[in-house]
Every structure is written in structure tokens, then in C-alpha cells.
């Protein structure tokens, strides 16, 4: 009756195990289709794979306690018959099979834990997600890609801020992207085309010099972004922002004071690669 009441209550406890197993594998696999299927990359299918592989070895796992205590009161069986071995020495031989079921689920669970690691998604697919997948996206050059802010100081110099290179490079993988500025003269022109070669951005291949676009006033820029109608549009100014509210489906304002929402397809950020989390 002793060694009956055992195996029940092994029984039960790999009864409770499998639940607590099945109950995490589920949450796992709620967190991974929480995921878009565009942000689907090879990362995320070795870890549809790892929980196929994980399932099965976990199940193997599972089963070596049943299975040793089956061989366990094989070998007690063979025991009692001998005179020469003691009872107290076969019911010892029960205890590591119990004593080994919480090292079980620990390794169960961290062989899962090894597959369903956070993957942690491509600044491409930052990109694409931020975006809504537009195809199309006019951007002010002062104050968001160059570290000048006037047109005056164009005048001078042009230098390309070196943190939003990497976004922008990823913007022009994925979207037909325009810059464009007001300047003074034709020598700020040269200025910002030759910072811009010089920093790279050319090279991509998503962006040439024809796309990068020249007007003498800030209306001009203006209407620049509506003649192209683009997916969305990044500026500065906030005059600008509120005009093309109307005409525009998103809009990224970048200021470095926070700024009230003036519409539900106006977004707002310090910078642009704040925008996309990558700084």
C-alpha cells in the first residue's frame, strides 16, 4: 500500500509539471504571434523551430522519471524476493527519482527560456513599422539632417549630423525619400550637396542628387511636399506642419521642446532617429 501511495503521488506531481509546462509553452507562443508578420525575420522562424525542438525534448525529459520509477519497482521487486537485501534498502532507492523532478522543470523550462529569447527587431523593421509601411517621404534637411538651422548658417558650412545616418541610409532602402531646404545662394546648394556626398548618403543607391530639392522661400518647400504628395512628411517648422495637415497622411514634426499634438496625423519627436528608438 506504501509503494501505491508513492507512485500516486509521483503520478500527481508529473501530472501538476506537465500542466505548469503546457501553461508556459502557451504563454511563449502567445508572445510570438503577438509579432506582425511583416516583422517576421530568420531570427523568429529558428524560434518557431527551437519550440518544436524544445517540445520534444522537454517530453523525453518528462518521461524519464516514469520510466525510472518502472525500472525502480522492477529492481524492488527482485529485492523483496531476496532475503539477503533489506526493505529499508529498496525504498530508499525510490527517493532520487522524486528528489530529481524540480531539477526536471528547471531545465525544461530553461530549454524553452534558450528558444523564446526577446528578439529584439532590425532598425529596418523599426523603419517600415514607424512609417506604415509608406512608400514616399519628403524631409527638411535643416535641423534634422544637417546640424544647421538657417539658411544663413548654409551660408558658411553644411555638416551632416553622423547619428541619423544609419536611419536615414534605412529610410532610403525602403521608401522613395526627397530632402529638400531653402537657400540663399547657389554656394549653400554646393555646400549641402557635397556634405551629403561626403557623409555617405549617395552611395546607398536609394538616394540620388536629383531628389535632393532647392527652393528660395519656405513656401516653396511647401509646395514642394504637395506637388509630390508623399506617405509622409519630416519639417521643422511648425507653420509648415499645420498647412500640410490637411493634405498630408502622416507628418513627423521634430523639435526639441515638446510640442502640443496640432492633428492626429502629426507625430512629434527631438530628433529623427529619437523617432525611430535609435539613439
Known amino acids: 500500500m506504501a509503494a501505491s501511495g508513492e507512485d500516486d503521488a509521483s503520478k500527481q506531481d508529473l501530472f501538476h509539471l506537465i500542466k505548469r509546462f503546457g501553461a508556459y509553452v502557451t504563454f511563449k507562443i502567445s508572445d510570438l504571434f503577438n509579432l506582425s508578420f511583416h516583422n517576421l525575420d530568420i531570427r ?33 521487486g527482485g529485492a523483496t524476493s531476496n532475503p539477503g537485501v533489506s526493505s529499508t534498502h529498496s525504498n530508499a532507492s525510490v527517493v532520487p527519482s522524486d528528489a530529481c523532478l524540480p531539477s526536471d522543470e528547471s531545465r525544461a523550462q530553461n530549454v524553452v527560456d534558450e528558444f523564446f529569447q526577446p528578439v529584439k527587431p532590425t532598425l529596418g523593421q523599426i523603419v517600415r513599422q514607424k512609417l506604415s509601411e509608406g512608400r514616399k517621404v519628403t524631409c527638411r534637411l535643416l535641423g534634422v539632417i544637417l546640424e544647421e538651422s538657417s539658411p544663413e548658417e548654409l551660408q558658411k558650412q553644411a555638416t551632416v549630423r553622423s547619428s541619423v545616418l544609419e536611419v536615414l541610409l534605412e529610410i532610403t532602402k525602403y521608401c522613395d525619400l526627397y530632402l529638400m531646404e531653402r537657400v540663399l545662394d547657389d554656394e549653400s546648394e554646393k555646400r549641402v550637396l557635397v556634405a551629403l556626398e561626403e557623409a555617405g548618403v549617395f552611395t546607398s543607391g536609394g538616394l540620388v542628387k536629383d531628389k535632393v530639392l532647392f527652393s528660395s522661400t519656405e513656401n516653396g518647400r511647401s509646395s514642394f511636399v504637395r506637388q509630390l504628395e508623399p506617405d509622409w512628411h519630416i519639417d521643422t517648422n511648425p507653420e509648415i506642419v499645420t498647412q500640410l495637415a490637411r493634405f498630408i497622411k502622416y507628418q513627423l514634426h521634430v523639435s526639441p521642446y515638446k510640442t502640443e499634438r496640432t492633428a492626429a496625423n502629426v507625430f512629434s519627436a527631438p530628433t529623427l532617429e529619437l523617432f525611430f528608438g535609435s539613439a
Not at 46 to 74: C, E, H, M, Y
Open 44 to 76: 523568429t522562424i529558428g524560434a518557431v523551430a527551437g519550440l518544436a525542438v524544445a517540445i520534444v525534448f522537454t517530453w523525453r525529459l518528462l518521461r524519464s522519471p516514469s520510466d525510472n520509477q518502472g525500472r525502480q519497482r522492477k529492481r524492488q
